[in-house]
């Protein structure tokens, strides 16, 4: 697994697919892009993402790259929440989180703040909302984000490191019998057993009722890019909707363990190494990744330490 910080010294210029577009009167050289690793993630340079939301072809070419590799990282990004913002709607609407909070200068921001008053008791939105396991952003929702700009504002010394994984090779990889069996199934995603696990009983069923499980393809068809995505998450996956094997059934205590082994199997397969690629974050360093396409893992390996990032949630529509 390559880290992005290891692999800054050589910038290899766009391909020809993809011309690189010049403005003088902004920068003087073309966008520069660094490949992360094989599978997933490509570093660019020499661009200013406030300079961007006012260049539609910019634009245009920063989404290709987008939808080639998967995760963009951004870095010395030194703009202010609401540029963050303006920056995230030049690729979709914005969607607020449905169950933590907003920035109050950028009410489309997700603030994600750790450890910032050392000794004061936890809020139930920081209590309830860490992110160290694999996951794609609000898949219990029927329309789950198609994407988010993260930044980081604040980091620790060291650690705080996010992980991403590319579930279009996971798909790719499995073996031709796991494909067939997994063809035409449904999954539920629920945040009740996430979000929900350590509220009191009545605020727990009240959640579930205001946010209803949703029900996702278990191979997902990207809607730009027609490749096939293995679409569960150990967050919010909690089982299939449609499975069944009457052929080797012989009593009813079979059903269940065969389902939930391959739950368990298709979930496990975003922490391969070969598929990822690790993020060592820097004061505004900003990620921008296919919520479709990745799955992520948020290390929690700094302590007590302040960590302060703001994410922008680019609202997606219904999967089925």
Same mark, same amino acid.
């Given at each position: 697994?390559?880290?992005? &910080?290891? &692999?800054? #010294?050589?910038?290899?210029?766009?391909?020809?697919?993809?011309?690189?577009?010049?403005?003088?009167?902004?920068?003087?050289?073309?966008?520069?892009?660094?490949?992360?690793?094989?599978?997933?993630?490509?570093?660019?340079?020499?661009?200013?993402? @406030? #300079?961007?939301?006012?260049?539609?072809?910019?634009?245009?070419?920063?989404?290709?790259? $987008?939808? !080639?590799? !998967?995760?963009?990282?951004f870095?010395?990004?030194?703009?202010?929440?609401?540029?963050q913002?303006?920056?995230?709607?030049?690729?979709?609407?914005?969607?607020?989180?449905?169950?933590?909070?907003?920035?109050?200068?950028?009410?489309?921001?997700?603030?994600?703040?750790?450890?910032?008053?050392?000794?004061?008791?936890?809020?139930?939105?920081?209590?309830?909302?860490?992110?160290?396991?694999?996951?794609?952003?609000v898949?219990?929702?029927? &329309?789950?984000?198609?994407?988010? @700009?993260?930044?980081?504002?604040?980091?620790?010394?060291?650690?705080?490191?996010?992980?991403?994984?590319?579930?279009?090779?996971?798909?790719?990889?499995?073996?031709?019998?796991?494909?067939?069996?997994?063809?035409?199934?449904?999954a !539920?995603?629920?945040?009740?057993?996430?979000?929900?696990?350590?509220?009191?009983? +009545? #605020?727990?069923?009240?959640?579930?009722l !205001?946010?209803?499980?949703? +029900?996702?393809?278990? @191979?997902?068809?990207?809607?730009?890019?027609?490749?096939? @995505?293995?679409?569960?998450?150990?967050?919010?996956?909690?089982?299939?909707?449609?499975?069944?094997?009457?052929?080797?059934?012989?009593?009813?205590?079979?059903?269940?363990?065969e389902?939930?082994?391959?739950?368990?199997?298709?979930?496990?397969?975003?922490?391969?190494?070969?598929?990822?690629?690790?993020?060592? $974050?820097?004061?505004?360093?900003?990620?921008?990744? #296919?919520?479709?396409?990745?799955?992520?893992?948020?290390?929690?390996?700094?302590?007590?330490?302040?960590?302060?990032?703001?994410? &922008?949630?680019?609202a997606?529509?219904?999967?089925?």
């Open positions: 697994m390559t880290t992005v &910080a290891a &692999a800054q #010294d050589t910038l290899s210029p766009l391909t020809p697919s993809a011309p690189a577009i010049i403005r003088s009167s902004v920068r003087q050289h073309s966008i520069k892009v660094e490949l992360c690793t094989p599978a997933i993630g490509a570093e660019l340079s020499n661009i200013s993402l @406030v #300079d961007a939301t006012r260049d539609p072809e910019m634009i245009a070419q920063i989404r290709a790259l $987008w939808l !080639k590799h !998967k995760v963009l990282f870095r010395d990004q030194d703009i202010t929440p609401m540029e913002q303006n920056f995230a709607l030049q690729f979709a609407e914005l969607e607020s989180h449905p169950l933590a909070p907003s920035h109050p200068e950028a009410d489309k921001l997700l603030t994600l703040y750790r450890n910032l008053e050392p000794g004061k008791p936890k809020s139930y939105v920081e209590k309830a909302s860490r992110e160290n396991l694999w996951h794609a952003d898949t219990f929702k029927n &329309a789950p984000p198609r994407g988010a @700009v993260l930044r980081c504002e604040l980091g620790p010394d060291t650690g705080g490191d996010t992980l991403f994984s590319n579930m279009v090779m996971a798909y790719d990889n499995l073996p031709d019998t796991i494909k067939q069996r997994i063809e035409g199934l449904y !539920k995603h629920g945040a009740e057993q996430s979000f929900g696990a350590q509220l009191p009983r +009545e #605020d727990r069923l009240a959640m579930a !205001k946010t209803p499980a949703a +029900e996702h393809p278990v @191979v997902l068809v990207h809607p730009e890019t027609g490749e096939k @995505v293995l679409f569960v998450n150990s967050a919010f996956t909690t089982h299939f909707s449609n499975f069944f094997n009457f052929e080797d059934i012989r009593y009813g205590q079979d059903f269940m363990p389902a939930h082994h391959l739950m368990n199997y298709l979930t496990s397969q975003a922490a391969i190494p070969e598929y990822q690629v690790r993020l060592k $974050w820097r004061t505004n360093t900003v990620a921008m990744w #296919d919520n479709l396409q990745v799955q992520h893992y948020a290390v929690a390996d700094y302590g007590n330490a302040p960590r302060k990032m703001l994410r &922008a949630t680019l997606g529509s219904s999967l089925t």
